[in-house]
C-alpha cells in the first residue's frame, strides 16, 4: 500500500524567503505525484504533478517540485514566498484509483 | 468552465439523522470520486465512480454510507443514522477517463461540511 509522509504539519516563512515543503512517497514502483493547495473552506486546487516525464516539475504561482527516485521524495519549492501562498499544502500519490494524501502542511507567511 | 460543484456546502444535522450530498463533475469527466477530510487531516479515500459504475467502495466506512450515480452524470452520497464522529469535510472530484497521464489528475469541488450534533 502506498504511503506519503509530510514532514513539518506547519512551516513558517518570511514574505520573499524561499519556500520549501517536503514530501516522502513509499511505494514499491513511483506513482503518479501531485501538490494541492487548500485555502480555508474551499476544495483543493492542483498545484503540479510528476507523471515520469520530466523530474524537474513547474506548476502554478511560481511553485515546482522535483522527484527524486533515490531519495522517494517530491518537495516543493518557491523561490520567494507571498503572503497569498499562506495555505494548507497536500502531497499525494496515485494509485489506479485512488488518491493517497499526506497530512498536508500549513505554510505561514509573515510579512 | 465549470468546475466541479456541491450542495450542499454546509449541513447540521441531529445525530441519527439521514444526510445525502450531491456532486455535479466536470462536464465531460467520466470519473468520479468521494474523499473524506477530517481536521489536520489530508482527504481519505471513500469510492468511486466509472461511468454509472461503482468501481470501488470497500473503503467506504460502514454500511451507513452509500453512494450512486445513477445516469453517470451528478452523484449523490448518503450517510445514514449519522454520528458525530461523521462530522468532517466531504470532498467530490472528478477526472477524465481514458490511459494518458491526464487521467490521474483530480479536480476537486468546495466540499460539503457536515455537522453532526
Known amino acids: 500500500a502506498q504511503s506519503v509522509t509530510q514532514l513539518g504539519s506547519h512551516v513558517s516563512v518570511s514574505e520573499g524567503a524561499l519556500v520549501l515543503l517536503r514530501c516522502n512517497y513509499s511505494?514499491?514502483?513511483?506513482?503518479?505525484l501531485f501538490w494541492y493547495v487548500q485555502y480555508p473552506n474551499q476544495g483543493l486546487q492542483l498545484l503540479l504533478k510528476y507523471t515520469s516525464a520530466a523530474t524537474l516539475v513547474k506548476g502554478i504561482n511560481g511553485f515546482e517540485a522535483e522527484f527524486k527516485k533515490s531519495e522517494t521524495s517530491f518537495h516543493l519549492t518557491k523561490p520567494s514566498a507571498h503572503m497569498s501562498d499562506a495555505a494548507e499544502y497536500f502531497c499525494?500519490?496515485?494509485?489506479?484509483?485512488?488518491?493517497?494524501f499526506g497530512k498536508g502542511t500549513m505554510l505561514l507567511v509573515s510579512p | 468552465d465549470t468546475g466541479v460543484s456541491q450542495d450542499p456546502r454546509h449541513k447540521i444535522t441531529k445525530r441519527g439523522q439521514n444526510v445525502t450530498f450531491r456532486c455535479d463533475p466536470i462536464s465531460e469527466h467520466n470519473r468520479l470520486y468521494w474523499y473524506r477530510q477530517t481536521l489536520g487531516q489530508g482527504p481519505e479515500f471513500l469510492t468511486y465512480?466509472?461511468?454509472?459504475?461503482?468501481?470501488?467502495k470497500s473503503r467506504l466506512l460502514s454500511d451507513r454510507f452509500s453512494a450512486e450515480r445513477p445516469k453517470g452524470s451528478f452523484s449523490t452520497l448518503e450517510i445514514q443514522r449519522t454520528e458525530q464522529g461523521d462530522s468532517a469535510m466531504y470532498l467530490c472530484a472528478s477526472s477524465p477517463g481514458g490511459r494518458t497521464s491526464s487521467s490521474y489528475e483530480q479536480y476537486f469541488g468546495p466540499g460539503t461540511r457536515l455537522t453532526v450534533t
Open positions: 465512480f466509472q461511468n454509472e459504475a461503482q468501481l470501488e
Open positions: 511505494s514499491s514502483v513511483p506513482p503518479y
Open positions: 499525494a500519490a496515485s494509485g489506479y484509483s485512488t488518491l493517497t
